[in-house]
């Protein structure tokens, strides 16, 4: 197990594909997926021809890659995985922060802990100078962890989306903080 990163409650290792059958049982928990894609089921091909190969991609600006799966240090259970990925494969200078967690790892703090290591970690380790996260405004529980990880409110925009779902006509939100800015925060 390539160990990424870890917390005090949390441990971000490196997806492999024997993780698929827990990447099934987390696309397919409809409040899991409620703002990503309406809550619809994800198949197992899917998962392995189009989930997998992109969790596993190395990103060459650093050096590893943007997905982790998180595990709860003290159980071993997983409870999901975040995201910290250049927008660019050649340039650590912009990355977007995500995660997707089971229900069960909600409103434990995960997601905020975990979204503030690897915050920290861009920022002291790998060169990146802003992060950024989206998720439809409607999303409020999400938006919560941005605001608990330190990023702020920027826009509010409209994209088009393949697919409609419900809360979409409300459009999504973006968020960020820059590199000035957290040092600025550690400071006091």
């Avoid at 050096?63 to 409870?79: M, V």
Wanted: aromatic share 10%; proline share 4%.
């Amino acid at each position: 197990m390539r160990i990424f990163l870890e917390t005090e409650r949390l441990v971000l290792r490196a997806f492999t594909e024997a993780d698929e059958e827990p990447l099934l049982d987390l696309d397919n928990d409809p409040a899991v997926m409620r703002f990503i894609n309406g809550g619809r089921p994800t198949s197992r091909e899917a998962i392995r021809e189009q989930t997998l190969p992109r969790l596993l991609h190395d990103y060459p600006c650093f050096g590893t890659r943007g997905y982790w799966a998180a595990q709860e240090k003290a159980t071993g259970t997983f409870l999901g995985w975040f995201a910290f990925r250049p927008l660019s494969d050649d340039s650590p200078a912009v990355v977007e922060l995500g995660y997707r967690l089971n229900t069960s790892a909600w409103g434990n703090g995960y997601a905020a802990e975990g979204s503030r290591a690897l915050i920290r970690k861009g920022f002291t380790d790998l060169g990146v100078e802003r992060v950024t996260a989206n998720t439809m405004t409607v999303n409020a529980r999400s938006r919560r962890v941005m605001e608990k990880a330190g990023l702020s409110y920027v826009r509010s925009f409209t994209d088009d989306w393949p697919d409609v779902i419900e809360g979409s006509e409300h459009g999504d939100v973006e968020y960020e903080l820059t590199r000035a800015e957290w040092e600025r925060r550690a400071v006091r």
